[in-house]
């Protein structure tokens, strides 16, 4: 990967996921600085992969090609405003991960149009396995697109969407996706304890399968349906299971969760917008 010099704005769970993920691939940790105002979290940082770090942002941001915003929601006007004044031209890349807020909030916060591109993560990434759905603003180029793609990358599969609301269903699917999962590993867990399973062993059982069922969905060319349509043998185990689930209305309520999860999204990116 060209060394590119990136600032982070923020330096928690998601700033350190991408740091240890660009490191792991061979990026050199003096290309990378992070600003934050927490001392302990400044130190961490520092101790564990050998970035340079401030408390200043103007400290982080001089130079950088590429700033990253990590911080939460409710610091994001602040920390826009006060990096509007610090940019310098031509304008780096900015690349916001913060949840619901809008390209046109920080474009008004930030005073203009910037390049900039929206990413939408999951937690996955803080295990190098996110799903991380990008959008480009009006205002970034091709070669700006790539940058985005190579630094989010370090944290998981990227994918482009090619209009913002579309953000809004990849927090529903993605963004909050893993819940859903870890619910239904939560029930499979607890049903096999019912039927006399122990904790540890209904446990391990769950998650192996989960983590097996998933790789496979990785590594074959078949669709998920293919995939469970060949191991549903008629008559057997699989498919009367199956069948209870279908009976149960799973396919529907999975689109009525879905929905209101998109919706939910487009209500708080809402109430941000409407705050500043």
């Not at 990378?32 to 130190?43: F, G, N, Q, Y």
């Not at 809008?102 to 008004?108: F, K």
């Not at 603003?137 to 209009?163: F, H, K, M, P, Y």
């Not at 496979?216 to 689930?245: K, Y």
Request: proline letters at 5%; one cysteine or more; hydrophobic letters at 45%.
């Amino acid at each position: 990967m060209t060394q590119t010099r990136i600032a982070f704005i923020g330096g928690g769970n998601m700033a350190r996921s991408l740091i240890a993920g660009l490191i792991a691939d061979d990026y050199d940790p003096a290309g990378l600085r992070v600003c934050d105002p927490d001392h302990e979290k400044r130190e961490q940082l520092a101790s564990n992969f050998g970035v340079p770090v401030s408390e200043q942002a103007a400290e982080a941001v001089t130079d950088a090609e590429v700033i990253v915003l990590c911080v939460k929601p409710q610091v994001a006007a602040d920390a826009c405003r006060e990096l509007a004044a610090l940019l310098h031209t031509p304008h780096p890349l900015l690349i916001s991960v913060m949840a619901g807020v809008r390209e046109a909030t920080i474009m008004g916060w930030l005073g203009g149009s910037v390049p900039l591109v929206r990413a939408m993560p999951n937690t996955p990434v803080l295990v190098q396995s996110g799903a991380i759905g990008l959008h480009a603003g009006a205002d970034t180029n091709a070669e700006q697109r790539n940058l985005a793609e190579e630094v989010l990358r370090a944290g998981g599969l990227t994918r482009w969407v090619d209009t913002e609301a579309e953000l809004d269903t990849v927090t529903a699917l993605s963004g909050s996706g893993p819940a859903y999962f870890f619910l239904f590993m939560e029930a499979l867990e607890a049903a096999a304890i019912a039927e006399g399973l122990d904790q540890e062993t209904a446990r391990l059982l769950t998650i192996q399968t989960a983590l097996g069922a998933a790789r496979m969905a990785v590594e074959s060319d078949e669709s998920p349906r293919q995939l469970r349509q060949r191991v549903t043998s008629p008559g057997g185990t699989t498919e009367r299971a199956i069948a209870a689930f279908e009976e149960s209305g799973l396919p529907g309520l999975t689109l009525r969760a879905v929905a209101a999860a998109r919706r939910r999204a487009r209500e708080l990116s809402d109430l941000i917008g409407d705050e500043q």
